[in-house]
């Protein structure tokens, strides 16, 4: 009985007869996502890969020295140099820049999401599942349509881990923003406020905190998915990763394994730094 049921409602033959569906459909469509992706991507890892090593890691502990103070900027300072001493500078960057485009898109498409959400419970009502969805989803089953609709290569590594990153974004631009305090909505709108003033001059500002915390987690799931990336031939330190396994590499594998926590740690405490200097101005 229970083999005829599934005989008429095949749920994975659905899914594959829709990918296929959309494979022979829909390929001018991923060709320009494609190509939108691609760009952004080359954009960051060319400014990345532009300067000398050693300039570079000069600029990363100033940067964590300026935003996150001189703990981190003293980890960066010995961090960094053991990455380029390894080896694995240029796929450090290459991960660095797969992160970057992967977390700016998911920023551009969430935290829009997010605004239109807190402010229609219909659409929050609709967006939440797919969202649950999304988070619940095993990491590894996005890489099956991105690699059929993008093939092999880092432009389905950089969408199958914006899209594994971009809950957080909506989920906590939407809590941020209903967050605020009634009396500040009251008080903007008493001084004759638009809709949009009231977002930008006073929802924003005070949601900030918790978006930028929304933006510190789409950054570190992005930065996990990308090592998962690797598979698909997405390159950086996840393909070191994947190549230390594969070919029982042993050093390989930790020595990549180490700069992925060094850069992780980096980005952790960048945006924790910079959502606690936001809080402590509002």
């Given amino acids: ?9 095949d749920i994975g033959g659905a899914f594959e007869t829709l990918i296929n569906w959309l ?21 960051f890892n060319m400014v990345l890969i532009f300067l000398h090593p050693a300039l570079m890691c000069l600029l990363l502990v100033a940067l964590a020295w300026y935003l996150a103070g001189r703990g981190v900027a003293i980890f960066s300072a010995i ?25 700016f898109i998911s920023l551009v498409i969430g935290i829009p999401l997010g605004i239109w959400t807190s402010k229609s419970e219909t659409a929050w ?6 969202l649950d969805f999304m988070q619940t989803l ?12 993008f093939r092999l290569g880092p432009v389905p590594g950089v969408v199958a881990t914006l899209i594994f990153s971009l809950p957080p974004a909506v989920r906590l631009t939407n809590l941020g923003i209903k967050q605020v305090p009634l009396e500040i909505k009251e008080a903007t709108l008493s001084f004759g406020a638009t809709g949009r003033q ?9 949601a900030l905190p918790t978006i930028l915390a929304g933006v510190n987690q789409t950054i570190m799931l992005a930065l996990s998915m990308v090592v998962i990336a690797g598979m698909i031939g997405a390159g950086g330190l996840g393909n070191q990763v994947l190549k230390g396994i594969t070919q029982m590499k042993i050093d390989l594998g930790f020595e990549s394994g180490i700069a992925i926590v060094i850069l992780a740690i980096f ?7 910079l959502g606690s200097a936001t809080q402590r101005q509002n």
């Avoid at 009231?198 to 005070?206: D, G, N, Q, T």
């Avoid at 980005?267 to 730094?273: K, S, V």
């Fill in 1 to 9: 009985m229970m083999e005829q049921i599934r005989a008429v409602f």
């Fill in 23 to 43: 494979t022979h459909n829909a390929n001018w469509l991923f060709d320009i996502i494609g190509m939108v992706v691609e760009s952004v991507l080359n954009g």
């Fill in 79 to 103: 961090g960094f140099p053991i990455i380029w001493y390894m080896g694995l500078w240029v796929h450090t960057m290459d991960t660095l820049s797969l992160v970057i485009a992967s977390v």
């Fill in 125 to 130: 009502q609709f967006v939440r599942p797919v």
């Fill in 138 to 149: 095993p990491a590894f089953v996005y890489l099956i349509p991105a690699v059929l609709f």
């Fill in 198 to 206: 009231m977002l930008l001059k006073a929802e924003l500002p005070v």
């Fill in 267 to 273: 980005l952790d405490r960048i945006t924790q730094a």
